[in-house]
């Protein structure tokens, strides 16, 4: 899928990410900018005591009946990833990996952005799936949840609660503090998944920066003619209810 920055607000995130095994690399998919709408002062973040630092990374548990699994080999397809402690960009690394380094997948995050992996070294770690090329697909492979940090998370829909997939969202702490900030995406289900990392504590916004050109509410040039419930949104971690935002044609 062919991605474009979304924004100013957009930082690009060079050297995340991953490849896959004798497969064309997926073309990244072009997406609708959508201006800002933030107006809040940075907030500020609720002191949490950090923790240690752990010595390796513990294999979440997966969710539903434990079953079998069949790993899926990856290769990164850009100059380099982080393999990171939990599925987002805020998350600890762990080691970083040229491209063309072999992974193999072995389970994915809620919203499969990310994907739990183990590398020939035998580390345990996540990376982007948006980076990586995967002999087969990893869609099927089982969901874990991660034990430690926090999730945000909300979903569109349109007037008829149908969901609406491809709405991206920017998660941050203010414009001043942009160094603090994942981006996820609305999935078949219409639902975006970020996670942050334990000390993550404090008020963070949602911010609805782009839309996919694959998402059905745009048209054949990549464009859209309605209007969202809210473009912004302010939640206090830990999220205690997902956000409902409607989507009107």
Not at 47 to 75: D, H, R, Y
Not at 146 to 164: A, M, N, Q, R
Not at 192 to 217: K, N, R
Request: aromatic letters at 8%.
């Amino acid at each position: 899928m062919k991605t474009v920055p979304f924004l100013p607000l957009l930082l690009c995130f060079g050297i995340l990410l991953a490849g896959c095994v004798q497969l064309t690399p997926p073309e990244p998919t072009p997406t609708i900018a959508i201006p800002p709408t933030s107006t809040q002062p940075v907030p500020t973040e609720t002191p949490i005591p950090p923790k240690p630092t752990p010595t390796e990374t513990l294999i979440p548990t997966a969710t539903g009946t434990p079953s079998p699994i069949s790993p899926v080999t990856l290769l990164v397809n850009v100059d380099q990833i982080n393999l990171r402690r939990g599925p987002g960009r805020l998350y600890e690394k762990i080691e970083t990996y040229q491209k063309d380094s072999p992974m193999y997948a072995f389970g994915q995050a809620p919203g499969g952005e990310w994907l739990l992996v183990r590398t020939e070294e035998d580390l345990v770690g996540w990376v982007a799936s948006e980076f990586m090329l995967a002999e087969s697909k990893t869609d099927s492979l089982p969901v874990f949840n991660t034990p430690d940090g926090f999730l945000v998370t909300g979903k569109v829909v349109g007037p008829d609660d149908s969901p609406i997939p491809g709405v991206v969202f920017a998660i941050h702490q203010g414009a001043e503090n942009l160094g603090r900030r994942v981006d996820a995406k609305t999935d078949a289900l219409g639902i975006y998944y970020a996670f942050l990392p334990p000390g993550s504590g404090g008020t963070w916004i949602a911010d609805i920066v782009g839309i996919s050109c694959d998402s059905p509410i745009v048209d054949a040039d990549c464009e859209y003619q309605g209007t969202f419930s809210s473009m912004s949104s302010e939640v206090e971690l830990p999220q205690t209810a997902p956000f409902v935002i409607t989507y009107q044609p």
